[in-house]
T-cell receptor, first 114, second 113 residues
């Protein structure tokens, strides 16, 4: 069965610092991986996705993630945090076998302080 | 933005009463999903639909039922609401390609008192 683990339910960084949000997945087949962001009282918005091809994926708002098969990881990074990045971030893996279901990690809440 | 609307956006209901949440899409997507979001659990799949009148259970389906009589509408019913069903409910839609993203509604905050 596929699963997703996000290490760290809360991450706090200073404005301008590197953002690193960790995601590890479990999958017996090549995975399709996604990062979503949720701002307060809103739905989820896609940041980026990995399907096939290039392992370094660039997304919106300056975020990127690298798919590392050997480490079963798909960590999300941003070189310089901005106050507007404060939100909750979810890593997800697409379930194999049809119907395009997603399994989500528990989420990481990012706080950015001045 | 994907055309996906949830209603109501907020609801307070009493224990034991039935509640129906509605998800409406204008994208003609085949797949529709209901998730619940709870602190520490992320989003968990309740039910999903892969076509009109074609639905199946997700990982947390107990106490919930769904119906899809039209492509654009996916209804979630709490048959007899309990306090453990207090949560934020999200509807999502996606196309048929395995590399397509899921689009989410704005959520429904349900409180069972």
């Amino acid at each position: 069965a596929q699963s997703v683990t996000q290490l760290g339910s809360h991450v706090s960084v200073s404005e301008g610092a590197l953002v690193l949000l960790r995601c590890n997945y479990s999958s017996s087949v090549p995975p399709y991986l996604f990062w979503y962001v949720q701002y307060p009282n809103q739905g989820l918005q896609l940041l980026l996705k990995y399907t096939t091809g290039a392992t370094l994926v660039k997304g919106i708002n300056g975020f990127e993630a690298e798919f590392k098969k050997s480490e079963t990881s798909f960590h999300l990074t941003k070189p310089s945090a901005h106050m507007s990045d404060a939100a909750e971030y979810f890593c997800a893996v697409r379930v194999s076998g049809g119907y395009n279901k997603l399994i989500f990690g528990a989420g990481t809440r990012l706080a950015v302080h001045p | 933005d994907a055309g996906i609307t949830q209603s109501p956006r907020h609801k307070v209901t009493e224990t034991g009463t039935p509640v129906t949440l509605r998800c409406h899409q204008t994208e003609n997507h085949r797949y529709m999903y209901w998730y619940r979001q709870d602190p520490g659990h992320g989003l968990r799949l309740i039910h999903y639909s892969y076509g009109v009148k074609d639905t199946d259970k997700g990982e947390v389906s107990d106490g919930y039922s769904v119906s899809r009589s039209k492509t654009e509408d996916f209804l979630l019913t709490l048959e007899s609401a309990t306090s453990s069903q207090t949560s934020v409910y999200f509807c999502a839609i996606t196309g048929q390609g395995v590399n397509t993203e899921a689009f989410f509604g704005q959520g429904t905050r349900l409180t069972v008192v």
